[in-house]
C-alpha cells in the first residue's frame, strides 16, 4: 500500500499533468494547421478553402496549409483524417457527398462520419437549379411535371455519375412528384451539361454558379431551385416549394471536421474561429458570388444537422438504386 507520503506525490503528479495538458490546449493553435480535401486542386472545395484561409491565418494566428488527397469521392481524404492526431492541426473540408453520402454508397466504407470524425463548423449550403434544355415546351416546373407525367419513361436527366448529388436530388424529385424519369450518367458534371444544352437529355440539377450563367444566356432554363428561399444568382426562379411540392428542400452542404476525441476547449476554439470569419460581410458576398449560401453552424449544432442528414440522404440512395464497392 502507498504510504500518504506517496500518495500525495501521487496525487500532485496528476494535478501537473492534468495543468500541463491544460496549458498546451489553452496554447492551440501554437503551429500550422492542415485542411485535407480529399478532391483535386481547383475544384469547389478547394476554391471555397481558399476563401476563408487568409481570414482563418488571421483569427488563429497561424498558417494553413491545404492538402490535396484525392481519390474514391473524398474517400481517401477520409482516411487521411481519421488516422491523425486529434489535437486540432489537422482538419477535413468535406462536402455532403463525402459526410452523409458515401457512407450508404460504398459497400465497404472505411469511416463512419458520426463515429470517426468531431463536427467542427457547417460553413455553406449549395442549392442546386433544376434544369430543361430550352427546346421542351415548358416554362414552369408544374408544366414540366405534367409534361413528363403524359410521357413516362420518355424524358431522360443527365448527372455527374450514379450516386452524386446531381444524381440523387433527381431522384427524390422524382420520388416526392411520382415521375417515371431515365437516369443517364455521365462521367463528371461537364459532359452531362454539355448534352443537356444539346438535348440530348432534357432535364438536371446542376449547382447554381454554371446553372444561371447558361440559363440568362438562354442555353438552358432554369425552373426552379432547391433551397428554401430563392437564390440571389436566380432572383425571378421561383423554390420547388413555391412551385407546389411542399416541403422539398435539398441542399448540398460544405463543412469542417477534425478526428473523433478532439478535446472540447479545441474544438470551441476552431468552432469560434470558423464563426468570426464567417461574420465577415466580405467572405459572404464573395462565397454568393461563388454560388454558396453562408450557413455557419457550431459544432454542437453541425453534429446534430449531420445526424439527421445521414438517414435522409440514406433513404436517397437506396431509392435510386447505387452502390461502389
Given at each position: 500500500m502507498l504510504t500518504s507520503a506517496a500518495k500525495g506525490v501521487a496525487w500532485a503528479g496528476c494535478l501537473l499533468l492534468a495543468a500541463v495538458a491544460q496549458s498546451a490546449h489553452a496554447a492551440f493553435p501554437d503551429k500550422p494547421v492542415r485542411v485535407v480535401i480529399g478532391f483535386p486542386a481547383g475544384g469547389p472545395l478547394d476554391q471555397h478553402a481558399r476563401l476563408l484561409t487568409e481570414r482563418l491565418q488571421a483569427v488563429l494566428g497561424q498558417p494553413i496549409i491545404i492538402d490535396y488527397k484525392s481519390g474514391a469521392g473524398g474517400t481517401v481524404g477520409a482516411q487521411e483524417v481519421i488516422k491523425a492526431p486529434a489535437d486540432g492541426y489537422t482538419l477535413m473540408l468535406a462536402n455532403t457527398g463525402v459526410m452523409v453520402i458515401n457512407p450508404a454508397l460504398y459497400t465497404r466504407l472505411p469511416y463512419s462520419t458520426l463515429r470517426d470524425f468531431t463536427p467542427i463548423a457547417r460553413t455553406a449550403m449549395q442549392p442546386l437549379a433544376l434544369l430543361v434544355n430550352p427546346k421542351v415546351p415548358?416554362?414552369?416546373?408544374?408544366?414540366?411535371?405534367?409534361?413528363?407525367?403524359?410521357?413516362?419513361?420518355?424524358?431522360?436527366?443527365?448527372?455527374?455519375?450514379?450516386?452524386?448529388?446531381?444524381?440523387?436530388?433527381?431522384?427524390?424529385?422524382?420520388?416526392?412528384?411520382?415521375?417515371?424519369?431515365?437516369?443517364?450518367?455521365?462521367?463528371?458534371?461537364?459532359?452531362?451539361?454539355?448534352?443537356?444544352?444539346?438535348?440530348?437529355?432534357?432535364?438536371?440539377?446542376?449547382?447554381?454558379?454554371?446553372?444561371?450563367?447558361?440559363?440568362?444566356?438562354?442555353?438552358?432554363?432554369?425552373?426552379?431551385?432547391?433551397?428554401?428561399?430563392?437564390?440571389?444568382?436566380?432572383?425571378?426562379?421561383?423554390?420547388?416549394?413555391?412551385?407546389?411540392?411542399?416541403?422539398?428542400?435539398?441542399?448540398?452542404?460544405?463543412?469542417?471536421?477534425?478526428?473523433?476525441?478532439?478535446?472540447?476547449?479545441?474544438?470551441?476554439?476552431?468552432?469560434?474561429?470558423?464563426?468570426?470569419?464567417?461574420?465577415?460581410?466580405?467572405?459572404?458576398?464573395?462565397?454568393?458570388?461563388?454560388?454558396?449560401?453562408?450557413?455557419?453552424?457550431?459544432?454542437?449544432?453541425?453534429?446534430?444537422?449531420?445526424?439527421?442528414?445521414?438517414?435522409?440522404?440514406?433513404?436517397?440512395?437506396?431509392?435510386?438504386?447505387?452502390?461502389?464497392?
Open positions: 415548358v416554362n414552369s416546373l408544374k408544366e414540366f411535371i405534367d409534361y413528363s407525367r403524359a410521357r413516362p419513361g420518355q424524358v431522360n436527366y443527365g448527372s455527374a455519375g450514379n450516386g452524386g448529388i446531381s444524381h440523387l436530388v433527381p431522384e427524390m424529385f422524382k420520388n416526392a412528384t411520382g415521375l417515371f424519369m431515365v437516369h443517364i450518367p455521365y462521367r463528371g458534371s461537364a459532359p452531362a451539361f454539355t448534352d443537356l444544352m444539346a438535348g440530348q437529355v432534357q432535364f438536371m440539377g446542376e449547382s447554381i454558379p454554371q446553372a444561371a450563367a447558361y440559363h440568362k444566356q438562354g442555353k438552358v432554363r432554369a425552373l426552379a431551385v432547391t433551397s428554401k428561399e430563392r437564390n440571389p444568382a436566380l432572383p425571378d426562379v421561383p423554390t420547388v416549394i413555391e412551385s407546389g411540392i411542399m416541403g422539398f428542400e435539398v441542399v448540398g452542404f460544405y463543412g469542417f471536421l477534425a478526428p473523433a476525441g478532439l478535446p472540447k476547449d479545441v474544438t470551441a476554439k476552431l468552432s469560434e474561429a470558423f464563426r468570426q470569419v464567417m461574420a465577415s460581410p466580405d467572405i459572404r458576398s464573395r462565397m454568393v458570388a461563388q454560388g454558396a449560401d453562408p450557413a455557419f453552424m457550431g459544432s454542437e449544432e453541425f453534429a446534430q444537422f449531420l445526424a439527421t442528414e445521414t438517414p435522409r440522404w440514406a433513404q436517397a440512395v437506396k431509392a435510386s438504386g447505387a452502390k461502389l464497392d
